[in-house]
């Protein structure tokens, strides 16, 4: 068996000869151009348009971000699996909004007022990373689809409904919000 290294897209074999590595499925935005831009990408550029036009805060948002996904591109590397998909890079940014509006509340309730819109700041800062995301109206349509399409029943089939609606519409929902909805449909 020839040995292969990892070089950016492919993969190469000890005998020079590159074959290529599939990459992981992504939801991707379009850039003013037309082609498609990943996450990883969209982070990026972000990243560097707030270093040259000098916003730090935004910047520094940027780099934790950059980090994050980093960290868990590694750790895993080491458990020998692939990267992070896209969709894994959603929920991890919906979760950092989540974490800080639980801040800004906590913020606000102790009269930290500078503290809770710099945490509302940030929350817009990772918004603007997420794909668009869809209004109540839209997710309860969302969620009455693939109740009918998993042929749900009950409340036992909750998690299918939401393993599809996590596969449809990665990053474009709260998911708490639609998988109260998905229960008050099926009671």
Do not use: W
Request: hydrophobic residues 35%; negative net charge.
């Amino acid at each position: 068996m020839t040995p292969l290294v990892r070089t950016g897209g492919t993969m190469a074999a000890k005998n020079g000869q590159e074959l290529p590595v599939e990459q992981p499925q992504s939801k991707t935005r379009r850039g003013s151009t037309g082609h498609i831009i990943s996450m990883r990408d969209q982070i990026s550029a972000a990243l560097n348009e707030a270093v040259q036009s000098d916003k730090r805060s935004r910047a520094c948002m940027l780099r934790l971000i950059q980090t994050a996904i980093n960290d868990r591109d590694v750790a895993n590397r080491a458990d020998g699996k692939d990267p992070i998909s896209e969709a894994e890079i959603g929920d991890m940014l919906m979760k950092m909004i989540h974490q800080r509006e639980a801040s800004a509340a906590e913020y606000e309730a102790r009269g930290r007022l500078s503290e809770a819109e710099e945490e509302r700041e940030e929350i817009q800062i990772v918004r603007d990373l997420l794909p668009r995301q869809l209004d109540e109206s839209d997710t309860r349509r969302a969620c009455a689809q693939v109740i009918e399409e998993v042929d749900a029943g009950g409340l036992r089939d909750v998690g299918r409904c939401m393993n599809a609606l996590k596969e449809k519409f990665p990053g474009q929902m709260d998911f708490g919000q639609a998988s109260g909805i998905v229960k008050g449909m099926l009671r």
